[in-house]
């Protein structure tokens, strides 16, 4: 029959026609066209032979330029004639990996354009290259939209029926997820690729073209010709580079639509899972079961190797991407098949089976559990598997017995019986086939952690983030630490996957305990070293990230004392992650004897289901309320040390003092009887506000009272560490107290209690008795510490009473001004940054409820105390502070930039020829605590100094701004401190640079430096959200006269001079004026700067088109130049307008 020689997939489809068409197949009769003729170029589309002699060899012609993704094949030794094809026809060799391409900003790009250096236009005009990206980068936008939504409409639905047609039978939709991805990855890859290949050589080429021309005015013949060379030749060099990023683009969403697309298919496999049964489509079974034949019908159950095995090839082999590593079902193919490794069977394995067995079927009898029960019908699937492993030993049927293995143990740790016994034979059961599976006899140590790593990495999120199970497979050796230390960077980058960020936190705790416990897992500072180094990065910028990931890694820094990123920035501490799991963690607050912090933490993290003994609550509300009988009566005073000794006695008697847990459990049910009699009396109606808190008062003070006497008369005279302690348990506890309070009641929370508490135990422990005197520096260290545990983010309904707490009198004065060599600073900073990071997201977006605003203003008070009192603490944290305050909060960063030094006096600004340069304080440098170098990423700032040094790499200036950016949401592009910190670090050194060369910075002085060339390439190269960002950081930097002053003054005047274009130097004046318009005060340096400007006629300040450029701004202008220029005269004033109004008309015309 004619038949016999095609494929039964097509005999099939000849039959099927021949039956729609009512036609008859033994009548038709065979043709002998397509034997007797072969159209030209068929050969193209032929199955490809491996070559016999070397003149069959195979070439493979590619070009630059491309519209298909299929090259094309010469047989040597055949007729040439197909080498006559268009080189458009054919595809350039791959450069790029998947990973390699960056699309989280367009500025992905800089870091892989090809700019040849032998191109002889670019020798002859380097300006020149300069026009590469931003030819590049509005290619790749204007296509990027288009191209993008054609190729995930067609690859989606081609996917998704294929998908949905080949694992119809599948019940794990683990499997069938990654084969979707899989599929419509390379589908949208390769349709991308087609789409915009040609279309990106024809912009690309135009935008070069249309940039150089305007660059080269009245271009020669022969220039015209280089223009053309340079333009063809950059563009076949980069874009393969464009055509990737929109191909990773459009692959990167087409993922996540696909999910969208088959969540159904996967929700109906899992409601079958958590069933207890397998996943059937019957309509499905049915069809395969009548209408497919044999060959091509699928099977019940999980998809085979060799099925996974072809769409795993469409992920290693991604068009227009170089090749990944294949992987296991891949590794197994081979050349028209897929070969089956079978085991050599030994009688050691074969014995490992049958105990592997008869264990499980000893925990199957064991447990008590019903047959039904999900967990135990799981471990008997299990066993069937293990069973029939000792029946075929095959390589196959080990791979799914391990996958099966995996799969149950995440389950299982992810979601746990209730029964803990059946839990612990659960977990055991698995983990005794997960070692089987490891014995050399079986498939090895290392294939087993190669293939157990892959696994887990393509496990469902919510299973592959378990931080149990991933200790456990760590103990055992199953996991490889590489990849799970990359892979856990990779997921937690961005500091938004809660998930991801929660289970690395666990999982880095643990294994830290465990080497703390002289038990370690492995080697933590070692084999988790980029996932530390990450969480040191995502702490010191928590502001940045969403509230819940911030109180996890707070949490996390809290409990391992690592040092906030205040701390982080005192000098020469370097970063403090890098000694986790050593003795040496924490910041100056654990170096109080004892470790009092630890003690406070302690209180503060106790958990809520406390089981107090019997009668315990009973014996404390009796000896409270004694003691607030004795407090309260007459002649306590008298006797007060008597009625002390006595109370101090009873409470020894009554056990209170036998252990730290009673004493603990003594102070907290204290404080709540005192807490609730306050709510009771406050929401009682029919009692007099006045005289509701005069009650509250009643108790509250007796035992503040209490506590004061128990830290008083606790230890030795010669020794504080008992008394400290002390002090640190008490105020843990009421700290833990509050935040239970606070999380119960919510909106109805009661500050006053508490308020109370604080203020009186603060005012008592600070008095001029000598034995607190002795100890006063760590009293403070530990009120500081509880407050900054109870910051408005972690407990808003106790902002206000926190605020007033921070800024009294007592706390403020004694931490400031009687703390030897400025101890206690630091401290105080961190408590205004925590203030500011809540302030932060209501001031930035401007929402400014009545109590938020309330709060904003106490906040300036604070502010304007601190300005009036102790400038030089807002002198030497000034760049912390104006780090965390949102760019629109010009008054809160104008107080904090005005403080200057109480020993200095500032020259008037206003004074006609004033010569900043001859004042004495201008050559000195400002003392910033700061250590803002931190914040640089050690290969950042390696460029930078290089670069400084001798203007290298070459590349170093257009990579900036990539590294930059932080993400593509407008607002939130750039990381604000990294380019506060890279500003004045450049200053730094530029001032070090001038003063070593014997100068002093000048507009002429600071020109032509590689630090000016940073400046001016940041100043053209960003947008307009970057931009202003960037002239913030060195508008930060004018504050009172200094070098830094005097540098940055110098620098904002230049690169106002130097600017291409007016809408820079309209930035530039917006981001002064909009200081200058505020409230008083205003930073001198600013003024002067301001002054300077709109004075000297080397700016040309007046004749530009912004300051006419509308009636109201152009008043605006004039009076805050009447303002900044007051000495002037009325004459003078009048007669430079009229110059001004002059230089306008004929620039107008």
Known sequence: MFLCPLQLNLKFEVEVLCKHLTLDLTELQPSSLLKEERPTGFSQLSTIKPPSSPSQAVTVVSTPSTTTNTPIVIDEGQSHGTSQQSPAATTPQSRFHFDD???????????????????????????????????????????????????????????????????????????????????????????????????????????????????????????????????????????????????????????????????????????????????????????????????????VGGASLQHSAVYEEFAICLPGFLPSAPSLSAAGAKEGGFMRVEFVPTEEFLLLLDKC?????????????????????????????????????????????????????????????????????FRDVHLLVLRLLQEPRALGPQAACRHVTRMLLECRDELKFTP????????TQLVEMKELDGFLCKSIETGRNFAALSCTIKLVTALISAEKRDTPIIDANNDLKKTKEMLTRLIANMRHLPES????????????????????????????LGMLGSDGIGGELDKAPGGPTSILHHGLMMQHDYDDPPGLYEKVEYMLSEWVRYYHQPGMFKEGDKIYAAYVARLQQQGIFKSEDLLSRFFRISIEMCVELCYRTLNDPSI?????????????????????????????????????????????????????DHEVHTTEFHQLPYHRFFIMLLTDLTTSDPVFEAIIFPVLQAFGSTYQLLKPSRAPGFAYSWLELVSHRIFITKLLLHTPQKKGWPMFQQLLISLFKFLAPFLRNAELSKPTHLLYKGTLRVLLVLLHDFPEFLCDYHFAFC????????????????????????????????????????????????????????????????????????????????????????????????????????????IAYIHSKGSTPSTSTIAYTAHMDIFQHLLVDLDTEGRYLFLNAIANQLRYPNSHTHYFSCALLSLFAEANTEAIQEQITRVLLERLIVNRPHPWGLLITFIDLIKNPTYKFWSHEFVHCAPEIEKLFESVARSCMQKQTGSQAAMARETHQQQHETTST
Do not use: W
């Not at 035992?703 to 830290?711: A, I, M, Q, S």
């Not at 904090?896 to 030094?901: C, H, M, R, V, Y």
């Open 468 to 475: 149990r199970a991933l200790i456990l497979l760590i103990g």
């Open 549 to 576: 990931c911030g109180q996890l890694l707070e949490q996390f820094r809290i409990e391992h004392g690592i040092r906030p990123p205040s701390f982080m920035s005192a000098p020469g501490s370097g970063s403090s």
């Open 357 to 425: 067995i008869r264990d499980i079927n000893q925990h199957l009898r064991s447990t008590l559990a019903p047959p039904n029960n999900l967990h135990v019908m799981k471990m008997n699937s299990l066993l069937e598997l293990v069973m029939q492993l000792r029946i075929t030993q095959s390589q196959l049927t080990a791979l799914n017995l391990l996958q099966k293995g995996l799969e149950g143990l995440l389950e299982g740790m992810n979601s746990p019986p209730t029964d803990p016994e059946l839990f612990v034979r």
């Open 101 to 299: 391409i960056n699309i989280a900003s367009i500025t992905g790009l800089h870091q892989h354009i090809q700019i040849n250096q032998q191109i002889v236009l670019l020798q002859q005009f380097p300006q020149l290259k300069q026009m590469v990206r931003p030819a590049i980068e509005k290619a790749v936008q204007d296509l990027l939209a288009p191209v993008v939504e054609r190729s995930i409409k067609i690859a989606l639905t081609t996917a998704e029926n294929i998908v949905k047609k080949d694992f119809a039978l599948d019940p794990d939709e683990t499997r069938m997820r990654i084969a979707a991805h899989h599929i419509v990855r390379n589908l949208t890859a390769g349709m991308a690729m087609i789409t915009s290949r040609e279309p990106l050589l024809l912009a690309i080429n135009a935008n070069l073209k249309s940039s150089m021309g305007s660059f080269i005015r009245s271009p020669s013949e022969e220039q015209n010709t280089l223009v053309d060379q340079a333009c063809q030749q950059l563009t076949a060099d980069n874009t393969e580079l464009a055509s990737a990023f929109i191909q990773k683009t459009a692959v990167e969403k087409a993922v996540s639509e696909m999910d969208k697309r088959m969540t159904n298919e996967y929700e109906l496999r899992k409601v079958a899972r958590s069933e207890g049964r397998r996943y059937c489509d019957p309509s499905v079974l049915t069809y395969q079961a009548e209408r497919m034949p044999e060959q091509l019908r699928l099977k």
């Open 688 to 740: 007099n506000p006045t005289l509701a808190r005069a009650k509250c008062y009643h108790t509250m003070d007796a035992f503040v009272r209490l506590v004061v006497v128990l830290v008083r008369f606790s230890g030795e005279s010669t020794n504080n560490v008992t008394k400290i302690n002390l002090v640190n348990k008490v105020l843990g506890t009421v700290a833990h107290v509050l935040v239970q």
């Open 883 to 990: 780090d965390v305050i949102p760019p629109n909060c010009i008054q809160m960063r104008n107080l904090i930039l005005s403080a200057f030094p109480r020993n200095m006096r500032l020259p008037d600004p206003f004074t006609p020829s004033l010569k900043v340069e001859m004042l004495p304080d201008i050559a000195h440098a400002p003392r910033i605590v700061s250590n803002y170098e931190t914040i640089i990423p050690d290969n950042l700032k390696k460029d930078l100094s290089e670069y400084i040094k001798a203007r290298s790499p070459v590349t170093f200036l257009s990579e900036l701004r990539s590294k930059l950016q932080i993400s593509t949401e407008p607002g939130n592009q750039y990381n604000v401190s990294l380019i506060n910190a890279l500003v004045l670090f450049v200053g730094t050194q530029a």
